[in-house]
Nanobody, 121 residues
Framework: QVQLVESGGGLVQAGGSLRLSCAAT????????VGWYRQAPGKERGLVAG???????KYVDSVKGRSTITRNNANNTVYLQMNSLKPEDTATYYC???????????????WGKGTLVTVSS
């Protein structure tokens, strides 16, 4: 079984910074794509940033220039550094990892339980 544990959320003033972490544990052979998503109250969950299996990085326009997604393959952890935070960044942030538990297994999608980010004005 694979588990994802997110951390780093909290309350921050506008203009501040946070670093979210997502650590994957369990039976992991390889991690293909990774991503951070967010869902604000009353809105759909959407991609914030992602790294494809080929290493391509994508950001939603609203966070470009303010956020950086990175991954540490040695400890199966994905990070999202967010700077110059705005009240509209307030949401629950979820990590999503595409993981294989063996060389021949199909990749499966795993989600964390979410970490709340609240940006006050």
């Amino acid at each position: 079984q694979v588990q994802l544990v997110e951390s780093g959320g909290g309350l921050v003033q506008a203009g501040g910074s946070l670093r979210l972490s997502c650590a994957a544990t369990g039976s992991i052979f390889s991690i293909d794509a990774v991503g951070w998503y967010r869902q604000a109250p009353g809105k759909e969950r959407g991609l914030v940033a992602g790294i494809s299996s080929g290493g391509n990085i994508k950001y939603v326009d609203s966070v470009k220039g303010r956020s950086t997604i990175t991954r540490n393959n040695a400890n199966n952890t994905v990070y999202l550094q967010m700077n110059s935070l705005k009240p509209e960044d307030t949401a629950t942030y979820y990590c999503n990892l595409i993981i294989r538990d063996s060389k021949w297994a199909s990749a499966m999608s795993y989600w964390g339980k979410g970490t709340l980010v609240t940006v006050s004005s």
